[in-house]
């Protein structure tokens, strides 16, 4: 390689090389005879001893898929039993006869037919594909009586997974469906194939996906003695499957009813955290949706109904919709500010009603202003002056760094899919986020609706309730997890998930009083008063408003005035003192906070604190049901 | 009569000078493979042989025409047909379609194409010429770029992923960084550590394949891909199955085999992938010791002549290109057996000219046309 040489000596290695290459090759390709003959000459006997008693095939033994429960037990999914009718495409020789001939069997529908031609163009032909689930005791009669007609059709008994809470609580609990080439290619990549030999359905949303290792199980397998056609003619041994494990919620089934209940036909979500657990107690987005429809693969216009509803019901809310928080921004920005010696308690500004920057008037929503205002007032008021000052004073940075600390703009680590990141914004989101030049420079003028929630401002209802939870638990920040604890459908033992603290926020404890103080008293003398009027708990919260873009209004056709309205949010955590709930509440459309969405606040804390169900439920529930409530006593 | 004699000796003309491009010991060497592999899939897999005789059809038209056409004019395309393997394969990467839980292959509306294949014919043409347009001038620096052109593709394949055709376009290319004179200084010492690495992996097997044992900067599958390999009998459901299963297949055929169609691995179906990639183990249970000799004779042949071609051919290009491909249907014959006798990992490497697949077979086939034309074009070029 050093050097230049002359062509002779250049073809002189060449052939050098030849010769290596031709001697390696000789050597590898004895080495591979010396495997052939230790094979088949040495191990022969061996081996051909293994060939004639190789009549045994394996057969896996699928396991039962674990439970979904809340944490009283109530059971969000399960498995029922059922038979099914299955084709293998290559065993049939003439499909669309076939069909037909069992049609006069059972009854198959043209959505049974479709089904089975999509199933085909996705799995390989010697697979057995259901042609018709869930056949009645009359059907499952009527074919066995006639099977013989049928060569490559059978008659399976199958678990089928069940989800008896329907709509509720549709968009954590998720849903099965059949495996497809993208959940193949997932398998594979974690040498998980043997264990989903025999297993067509796989966990695609909510929990069903996220904790799919639990549930599945381990396969197990069947030893079976095949004759000389390969047909199983008895079987030999069996390895027992390890069914999947049982996942206990934090979640209170009921209490996330009386959220979808208070919410009636309106969109929104809440979520709802128990502060120094992070175990959450509620997870709701509405509307929802029936996840029994997915199970074996949904048909086109239930699917067409669901995709283009203009309410979006597959959207998770709660994790995945960003919104600008509004008003209930200001208590943690106030809190930034007395963090990093911006403002004292007791310093207060006199409000005209609106706030001049660089040209602009800033207007508060009140007219003539609010007076004279300290920290305390501009919370329980909700003042736009005092914050629009308090963020040109922080400036940009600052506020990102420190709101960045309570997890705005993060992913929160919750444990299903589909969370979004949200906006934080700062300069440096800016030049990311934006491509031209001109738009990436940030201007002072946008720090000022920075401060009153507004802005590029967006967050997930589920971030809010996390940083909620984090301030009830005196800046301790737990991951917010959904499962509370895994337990073994083998033995009965259990596995807690574990409250894991992330971080704790160094916030002096007198800065916290001040907060605290003033969110207490928001419900009491300010807009959230009317919405907890004779309340016996002490709670602290926040209402907010925010603006609709109305670009963003814009998509929609129908009901443009009602979606061009404000959100409606609230953010709360009660008892005050020593919290036991925390949360989020976001009323899409839903106008002001304090009239839409504090009193499905109300709805909720007195139900989880008081177990006190709202007038329609009670009636309906007996009073045994009002017991579920824990933490009533606080 | 006279017309009789004429018409005879004008057809012996004709079939002369048709069968002319090819190269007689070549030509006859892929014959016997293709004749074997065709006996073997009539009990593999009888239904296929339609189409199997289609794959050869067209596999032959390929390799006529590819012996027909002279190095010059390989050495043009290498570039351009390397460039744009290398951006179909970005295509397959952003926009290609996902079967069997890889993405391999690339939809381009009227077909569907597998670009990865074709890069393992454009990566020794490219290489090839790399170096023939540094002939003379060559430093160092050379084989960093030509180890930069051969990583790339290398690259996106394994990330579709399909390990199988990755290592054989790093092999072909490294087969070219080889001849042209790549150090023995570097070839050397990661032979060696790479031998040591292995024996050291095998010896310590039991030891290091405990489940608590973690392999430092490998992952859990790759770990459970190697263990799987040194104890076959852990993963009894999963690819252990198929070593297992082959292995039987082997030993249990003997020195004779059991006979043509015959095999009980084969016919009660505890052969996994009998007509593709484990086709040599339907092999050597029907025909034993005595066939998996007979086909390793023929690889060694056709090696042989191919590396006796390239020690005759003029230019460098044509040298490297010819050693290349050469050493790159040895790779195939190796690993494939290596793998289905249980010494080598299972990565879906085919046999050549024997297992079931056009795509294959056509690629092989324009390998052996490229060879011929080395061979028949060598007196009219060059020094």
């Not at chain 1, 929630?453 to 309730?465: E, I, M, R």
């Not at chain 2, 459901?237 to 249990?252: E, V, Y």
Request: contains cysteine; proline residues 5%; hydrophobic residues 45%.
């Amino acid at each position: 390689m050093s050097g230049i040489r002359t062509p002779e000596q250049e073809l002189a290695r060449f052939r050098n090389r030849l010769a290596v290459a031709g001697v390696v090759a000789v050597v590898c390709f004895a080495l591979l005879a010396v495997r052939f003959f230790y094979l088949q000459v040495v191990r022969y006997d061996y081996y051909s001893t293994r060939a004639e008693d190789n009549r045994i095939s394996l057969v896996p033994v699928v396991p039962n898929r674990g439970l979904i429960m809340d944490r009283n037990g109530t059971v969000l999914a399960r498995n029922y039993s059922a038979y099914t009718l299955e084709i293998t495409p290559s065993k049939v020789a003439d499909l669309d006869a076939t069909i037909e001939a069992l049609s006069q069997l059972v009854d198959i529908q043209p959505k049974d037919r479709r089904r089975l031609k999509k199933l085909m163009d996705e799995s390989k032909s010697f697979e057995s594909l259901p042609i018709r689930n869930r056949l009645s005791d009359d059907e499952v009669a009527r074919f066995i009586a006639q099977r013989y007609r049928f060569p490559g059709v059978e008659l399976k008994a199958r678990l089928f997974r069940d989800y008896p809470m329907g709509n509720l609580g549709a968009h954590l609990v998720g849903y099965i469906g059949r495996i497809n080439d993208r959940d193949l290619e997932r398998i594979e990549e974690n040498e998980d194939s043997a264990n989903y030999r025999g297993t067509d359905h796989i966990g695609k949303a909510g929990l069903e996906k996220s904790y799919e290792r639990e549930l599945h199980g381990v396969t197990g397998f069947e030893e079976v003695e095949v004759d000389s056609g390969g047909r199983a003619v008895r079987a030999l041994r069996r390895t027992n499957a390890t069914p999947g494990n049982n996942l206990i919620l934090s979640i209170d089934l009921k209490l996330q009813e009386v959220v979808e209940k208070a919410f009636g036909n309106r969109r929104g979500a809440l979520v709802a955290i128990e502060p120094g657990t992070g175990g959450i107690l509620a997870l709701v987005s509405v509307p929802t949706f029936d996840p029994n429809l997915f199970v074996d693969g949904i048909g086109a216009q239930d699917w067409d109904e669901l995709n283009n509803s203009p309410d979006h019901p597959l959207v998770n809310r709660a994790l995945n919709g960003a919104y600008p928080p509004g008003s209930t921004f200001k208590p943690f920005l106030a809190l930034a500010a007395l963090m990093s010696g911006k403002r004292t308690p007791g310093q207060a500004i006199a409000d005209p009603g609106f706030y001049d920057f660089g040209g602009h008037h800033f207007r508060d929503d009140k007219p003539g202003g609010h007076g004279m205002v300290d920290m305390y007032r501009s919370i329980v008021q909700s003042c736009d002056t005092y914050y629009y000052r308090l963020a040109n004073d922080m400036g940009i940075d600052l506020i990102a760094s420190i709101m960045g600390q309570f997890g705005f703009g993060s992913r929160t680590g919750i444990d299903i899919e589909g969370e979004s990141t949200g906006v934080l914004p700062s300069p440096e989101w800016k030049r990311k986020r934006f491509k031209r030049p001109e738009q990436q420079k940030w201007f002072g003028g946008e720090t000022i609706s920075i401060g009153i929630g507004q802005g590029y401002n967006a967050y997930t209802p589920l971030q809010l309730a996390h940083a909620t939870a984090t301030l009830a638990a005196g800046g301790v920040m737990y991951k917010p997890h959904l499962v509370k604890y895994i337990e073994s459908a083998k033995d009965g033992s259990r596995r807690v998930i574990e409250p894991q603290p992330i971080k704790t926020i160094p916030i002096k404890p007198e800065h916290l009083e001040t907060i605290r103080r003033a969110m207490v008293g928001v419900n009491k003398e300010g807009t959230g008063a009317r919405a907890f009027a004779g309340a016996p708990y002490l709670v602290a919260g926040k209402t907010g408003t925010a603006q609709v873009f109305s670009l963003k209004g814009g998509k929609y056709s129908a009901k443009i005035t009602e979606r061009l309205r404000d959100h409606a949010l609230y953010i709360a955590f009660a008892p005050a003192d020593k919290p036991t709930i925390a949360l989020a509440v976001l009323v899409e459309n839903g106008g002001f906070g304090a009239q839409s969405a504090a009193p499905i606040a109300r709805a909720v804390m007195d139900y989880y604190l008081l177990g006190k169900l709202p007038a329609g439920m009670a009636a309906e529930d007996t009073g045994a049901e009002a017991a579920t409530g824990d933490g009533g006593g606080d | 009569m006279v017309a009789v004699t004429d018409f005879r000796f004008s057809l012996r003309k004709w079939l002369m000078s048709f069968l002319s491009p090819l190269d007689g010991p070549l030509a006859l060497i892929v014959l016997a493979i293709l004749s074997f592999s065709t006996v073997v899939m009539v009990s593999a897999s009888p239904e296929r042989l339609d189409t199997l005789a289609m794959n050869i059809g067209v596999a032959f038209v390929v390799m006529w025409t590819a012996a027909r056409i002279p190095p010059q004019r390989m050495m043009s395309v290498a570039l351009p047909l390397y460039v744009l393997g290398v951006l179909l394969l970005i295509g397959v990467a952003l926009f290609g379609d996902v079967s069997k839980g890889a993405r391999r292959w690339l939809n381009i509306g009227v077909a569907r194409i597998q670009p990865s294949e074709l890069m393992k014919i454009a990566m020794p043409l490219m290489l090839a010429w790399y170096f023939q347009s540094r002939e003379g001038m060559l430093r160092v620096r050379d084989f960093f770029v030509a180890a930069a052109l051969l990583l790339v593709p290398v690259g996106l394949i394994a990330k579709q992923p399909d390990l199988g055709t990755a290592i054989l376009v790093a092999a072909a290319g490294f087969y070219v960084l080889f001849f042209a004179g790549l150090t023995w200084r570097l070839i050397l010492p990661v032979a060696l550590v790479g031998i040591v690495g292995i024996g050291a992996i095998v010896a310590m097997g039991d030891t290091i394949c405990q489940p608590d044992v973690v392999w430092p900067g490998l992952r859990d599958y790759q770990k459970h891909r190697v263990c799987t390999l040194l104890d076959p009998t852990s993963d009894p459901l999963g690819k252990g199955f198929h070593i297992i299963q082959s292995t039987i297949a082997i030993g249990s055929g003997g020195v004779t085999g059991k006979g043509w169609g015959r095999g009980t691995q084969t016919h009660l179906d505890f052969l996994p992938e009998r007509h593709t990639d484990f086709i040599f183990a339907v092999l050597t249970e029907e025909f034993g010791l005595a066939g998996a000799l007979l086909l390793a004779v023929l690889y060694i042949l056709l090696i042989f002549r191919g590396l006796f071609i390239a020690a005759g051919a003029p230019t460098l290009f044509s040298r490297l290109l010819a050693g290349a491909l050469t050493l790159i249907f040895f790779t195939y014959a190796f690993v494939n057996m290596g793998m289905v006798s249980g010494i080598l990992p299972v990565v879906g490497v085919p046999l050549p000219f024997v297992s079931y697949g056009g795509t294959a077979l056509v690629t092989l086939c324009l390998g052996v046309g490229m060879l011929m034309s080395i061979q028949r074009h060598r007196r009219r070029v060059g020094t």
